[in-house]
């Protein structure tokens, strides 16, 4: 293995004593039994009720060392400053009291009440020879060193036998925040005979808790500039943002965050995780006047990006009606509506950080006026913007930087990542590809690329464009190359789709129904409900999505009025056109269309009036995937009358060929083709990175060799 870097702030570049540490631990981390060491910089930062920020410059754990808080100084500096050896030893106690109290709320890691497996040392590095000091000083506990080569003495000594890994992935996942992914209470099974779907459930919310380092790292390292994070439905590009915005609120809370997103529904989720992984640093609740959590419209009652920055610029915001007059034939009353604002030339830097969700469904033009309302130098401007190449319900196409932001007087991309990317800290990188799904069933992943596709239909509605692309987004292709004509197969393996639920007696992971009307698809639907709920789930485990877009009002108003009959209580979001209902309330079954249903998700998922689609299109295919994707555990399918055959069809042969997906290659110059958003360089190192991946695999090394690999910087992420 190898030592792992993670800078998580800019003062990375002006910090010449860190880096140095940094760079000698890298050189000489075999002979101090450091391979299998991380090394975070300025990171965790501890905040109290005073405010006071307690984080050392380096913090190393080691499974043979524990923690090692490290407080860097420039000799020159330290004599020159009022800051004495005894008042840095207090901060690095507290900040060791900070992260010991932390530690021993895990079962995992308590040796006793009060004392935890993993040791944490405390020292203070000079550049140079100890300065002369005070009576004060000769009392501190933690270890002084004028050397690297003192500080590798000192790792020598504090040297024991290693952790085991399961200790250790436990202490990363305290450190690293994974625990604000935990359900906050205790998931109540009196009778697990009883109860099974609940014990399956409360398993499965166990294993998420610990989503992996790598989407970890994503949300802890800063790059200094714009970038991107791209991946499937459940690959936590929503939660890696709401990481990102508390982790730079604890480091600088003075600076101003934005967090944007499309689905009005979505804004109290980002809301209570921005706040779990806050609490998790801080005896206090985020300063939302600095972090502000905005739809990208807004509304004469709701915040929003656009009517903020047009109430910044003294400019009255259009309404729907107006901009949708304004749009045209040629696009979308959003586009027209933010090109309008940004027309008036008024538009001015004002947030620190721009963090855009769900960034599929946002116009060019929204970049656009994201770049404006963002301070900074061009390449130094903080945005960082997420989405999902397959869940583009509004049916806009990949768009590569240059399109998003467009380009300066003399035709020079606002944005360009790889300009951008030999700018960033070791180990990091301002392109992400999340290919690994937390959030579905394989079975359920599989099925919902199958429909999305119409790879089981009988004409294939739209394509990913590359056997690349297919491995971006968590497959292996196991024909040859993609040739008009040829038979394809990939299969999707159980490292992508990592979690997992025991298929339960009566509760199969996917189920189906055609009804022969409406009324007899609202009887099954609460039907299904009710079983859920014997089977252990809470109402606000389950979800209801309408497909039917003409007639949502009339199936969910059904469903709720038979669910009333039966004494169960639900939450229809539509029900309130002009505000933000919250998505999910306790005791509740939730009741959504599509649209309102995006970025949120439901351990049950029932997705009817599917025979309303039109799976012909582009639109309807991706309706369908959307809605699947909402599912964490179970997923049920229904329609009605005689229109669901063929679609149901197609999903009954997808979970039979699960995990694999078999078709015949169209001629992509006939069909929608998704774009992979690739760069030419940037689709070169992609491959040569998928390439030495799959030798790696031939050669029988397994996940965990492979990561090890990467870490060493053999493959480029």
Same mark, same amino acid.
């Given at each position: 293995?190898?030592?792992?870097?993670?800078?998580?702030?800019?003062?990375?570049?002006?910090?010449?004593?860190?880096?140095?540490?940094?760079?000698?631990?890298?050189?000489?981390q075999?002979?101090?039994?450091?391979?299998?060491?991380?090394?975070?910089?300025?990171?965790?930062?501890?905040?109290?009720y005073?405010?006071?920020?307690?984080?050392?410059?380096?913090?190393?754990?080691?499974?043979?060392?524990g923690?090692?808080?490290?407080?860097?100084?420039?000799?020159?500096?330290?004599?020159r400053?009022?800051?004495?050896?005894?008042?840095?030893?207090?901060?690095?106690?507290?900040?060791?009291?900070?992260l010991?109290?932390?530690?021993i709320?895990?079962?995992?890691?308590?040796?006793?009440?009060?004392?935890?497996?993993?040791?944490?040392?405390?020292?203070?590095?000079?550049?140079?020879?100890?300065?002369?000091?005070?009576?004060?000083?000769?009392?501190?506990?933690?270890?002084?060193?004028?050397?690297?080569?003192?500080?590798?003495?000192?790792?020598?000594?504090?040297?024991?036998?290693?952790?085991?890994?399961?200790?250790?992935?436990?202490?990363?996942?305290?450190?690293?925040?994974?625990?604000?992914?935990a359900?906050?209470?205790k998931?109540?099974?009196?009778n697990?005979?009883?109860?099974?779907?609940?014990?399956?459930?409360?398993?499965?919310?166990?294993?998420i808790?610990?989503?992996d380092?790598k989407?970890?790292?994503?949300?802890?390292?800063?790059?200094?500039?714009?970038?991107?994070?791209?991946?499937?439905?459940?690959?936590?590009?929503?939660?890696?943002?709401a990481?990102?915005?508390?982790?730079?609120?604890?480091?600088?809370?003075?600076?101003?965050?934005?967090?944007?997103?499309?689905?009005k529904?979505?804004?109290?989720?980002?809301?209570?995780?921005?706040?779990?992984?806050?609490?998790?640093?801080?005896?206090?609740d985020?300063?939302?006047?600095? *972090?502000?959590?905005?739809?990208?419209?807004?509304?004469?009652?709701?915040?929003? *990006?656009?009517?903020?920055?047009?109430?910044?610029?003294?400019?009255?915001?259009l309404?729907?009606?107006?901009?949708?007059?304004?749009?045209?034939?040629?696009?979308?009353?959003?586009?027209a509506?933010?090109?309008?604002?940004?027309?008036?030339?008024?538009?001015?830097?004002?947030?620190?950080?721009?963090?855009?969700?769900?960034?599929?469904d946002?116009?060019?033009?929204?970049?656009?006026?994201?770049?404006?309302?963002?301070?900074?130098?061009?390449d130094?401007?903080?945005?960082?913007?997420?989405?999902?190449e397959?869940?583009d319900?509004?049916?806009?196409?990949?768009?590569?930087?240059?399109?998003?932001?467009?380009?300066?007087?003399?035709?020079?991309?606002?944005?360009?990542?790889?300009?951008?990317?030999?700018?960033?800290?070791?180990?990091?990188?301002?392109?992400?590809?999340?290919?690994?799904?937390?959030?579905?069933q394989?079975?359920?992943?599989?099925?919902?690329?199958?429909?999305g596709f119409?790879?089981?239909?009988?004409?294939?509605?739209?394509?990913?464009?590359?056997?690349?692309?297919?491995?971006?987004?968590?497959?292996?292709?196991?024909?040859?190359?993609?040739?008009?004509?040829?038979?394809?197969?990939? *299969?999707?393996?159980d490292?992508?789709?990592?979690?997992?639920?025991?298929?339960?007696?009566?509760?199969?992971?996917?189920?189906?129904?055609?009804?022969?009307?409406?009324?007899?698809?609202?009887?099954? *639907?609460?039907?299904?409900?009710?079983?859920?709920?014997?089977?252990?789930?809470?109402?606000?485990?389950?979800?209801?999505?309408?497909?039917?877009?003409?007639?949502?009002?009339?199936?969910?108003?059904?469903?709720?009025?038979?669910?009333?009959?039966?004494g169960?209580?639900?939450?229809?979001?539509?029900?309130?056109p002009?505000?933000?209902p919250?998505?999910?309330?306790?005791?509740?079954?939730?009741?959504?269309?599509?649209?309102?249903?995006?970025?949120?998700?439901?351990?049950a998922?029932?997705?009817?009036?599917?025979?309303?689609?039109?799976?012909?299109?582009?639109?309807?295919?991706?309706?369908?995937?959307t809605?699947?994707?909402?599912?964490?555990?179970?997923?049920?399918?229904?329609?009605?009358?005689?229109?669901?055959?063929?679609?149901?069809?197609?999903?009954?042969?997808?979970?039979?060929?699960?995990?694999?997906?078999?078709?015949?290659?169209?001629?992509?110059?006939?069909?929608?083709?998704?774009?992979?958003?690739?760069?030419?360089?940037?689709?070169?190192?992609?491959?040569?990175?998928?390439?030495?991946?799959?030798?790696?695999?031939?050669?029988?090394?397994?996940?965990?060799e492979?990561e090890?690999?990467?870490?060493?910087?053999?493959?480029d992420?």
């Amino acid at each position: 293995m190898t030592l792992e870097i993670v800078v998580t702030t800019s003062r990375w570049k002006n910090d010449p004593t860190s880096r140095g540490l940094v760079g000698y631990l890298q050189e000489h981390q075999v002979d101090m039994g450091l391979t299998d060491a991380v090394v975070y910089y300025d990171f965790p930062a501890y905040v109290d009720y005073e405010a006071s920020v307690f984080r050392p410059d380096v913090l190393i754990l080691s499974p043979s060392h524990g923690f090692i808080a490290v407080r860097t100084l420039d000799n020159t500096l330290f004599q020159r400053s009022e800051e004495s050896l005894a008042e840095i030893d207090a901060a690095l106690d507290d900040f060791s009291s900070n992260l010991h109290s932390r530690l021993i709320r895990s079962r995992e890691l308590r040796r006793s009440r009060t004392a935890s497996v993993v040791e944490i040392h405390t020292l203070v590095l000079l550049g140079s020879e100890l300065p002369a000091t005070t009576g004060d000083d000769e009392d501190i506990e933690s270890t002084v060193c004028a050397s690297l080569e003192s500080l590798a003495e000192f790792l020598n000594r504090v040297r024991e036998a290693p952790l085991g890994a399961s200790i250790m992935a436990e202490v990363r996942s305290v450190v690293e925040g994974a625990k604000a992914l935990a359900r906050p209470s205790k998931r109540s099974i009196e009778n697990p005979s009883n109860q099974p779907l609940a014990v399956a459930l409360a398993r499965l919310e166990n294993e998420i808790t610990n989503f992996d380092e790598k989407q970890r790292r994503i949300a802890l390292v800063d790059v200094g500039g714009p970038a991107r994070i791209r991946g499937l439905a459940g690959s936590g590009k929503t939660v890696i943002l709401a990481m990102k915005a508390a982790h730079i609120h604890l480091v600088d809370p003075d600076s101003l965050i934005l967090i944007t997103f499309f689905t009005k529904s979505l804004r109290a989720t980002i809301k209570t995780l921005v706040t779990k992984f806050y609490r998790l640093y801080s005896d206090n609740d985020p300063d939302w006047r600095k *972090v502000q959590i905005r739809h990208g419209w807004g509304g004469s009652n709701i915040p929003g *990006v656009y009517s903020d920055a047009c109430s910044r610029s003294h400019t009255t915001a259009l309404t729907f009606s107006e901009a949708k007059r304004l749009a045209g034939r040629d696009r979308t009353p959003f586009s027209a509506a933010c090109a309008d604002v940004l027309e008036t030339g008024a538009v001015r830097p004002y947030y620190d950080h721009v963090l855009i969700d769900e960034g599929q469904d946002f116009p060019d033009n929204f970049y656009k006026l994201a770049f404006h309302i963002t301070k900074g130098e061009r390449d130094r401007k903080s945005i960082i913007w997420a989405y999902d190449e397959l869940q583009d319900i509004m049916n806009v196409k990949i768009r590569q930087p240059i399109e998003l932001f467009g380009t300066d007087d003399q035709g020079i991309p606002l944005v360009n990542l790889d300009r951008t990317s030999s700018q960033v800290p070791p180990g990091a990188t301002n392109d992400a590809v999340l290919s690994k799904a937390y959030r579905n069933q394989r079975d359920v992943l599989v099925s919902a690329h199958a429909l999305g596709f119409g790879v089981y239909s009988k004409s294939i509605v739209q394509m990913l464009e590359s056997a690349e692309h297919w491995e971006d987004v968590g497959y292996d292709v196991v024909t040859g190359p993609l040739i008009t004509g040829a038979p394809v197969e990939v *299969v999707r393996p159980d490292r992508n789709s990592p979690l997992s639920i025991t298929e339960i007696e009566g509760y199969p992971i996917i189920d189906a129904f055609e009804a022969s009307d409406l009324d007899e698809e609202v009887i099954w *639907v609460v039907d299904n409900i009710t079983s859920f709920i014997a089977g252990g789930l809470q109402p606000e485990d389950i979800l209801v999505i309408c497909l039917d877009d003409r007639n949502a009002k009339h199936y969910l108003s059904s469903v709720a009025e038979q669910l009333a009959v039966s004494g169960i209580s639900s939450n229809n979001v539509i029900a309130d056109p002009y505000n933000e209902p919250p998505f999910t309330i306790a005791g509740k079954i939730t009741l959504s269309t599509v649209y309102r249903a995006k970025g949120n998700e439901a351990a049950a998922v029932i997705a009817v009036g599917i025979d309303a689609v039109e799976v012909k299109l582009r639109d309807g295919r991706n309706k369908i995937f959307t809605a699947f994707t909402r599912s964490k555990a179970w997923l049920r399918v229904s329609g009605a009358f005689s229109s669901p055959s063929s679609i149901i069809e197609e999903l009954r042969t997808a979970v039979k060929n699960s995990p694999k997906i078999s078709f015949t290659m169209p001629d992509l110059n006939e069909i929608d083709t998704i774009q992979r958003g690739f760069s030419k360089k940037q689709a070169a190192a992609k491959r040569a990175r998928e390439h030495y991946l799959s030798q790696l695999r031939a050669a029988g090394l397994s996940e965990e060799e492979i990561e090890e690999e990467i870490q060493q910087g053999l493959i480029d992420e």
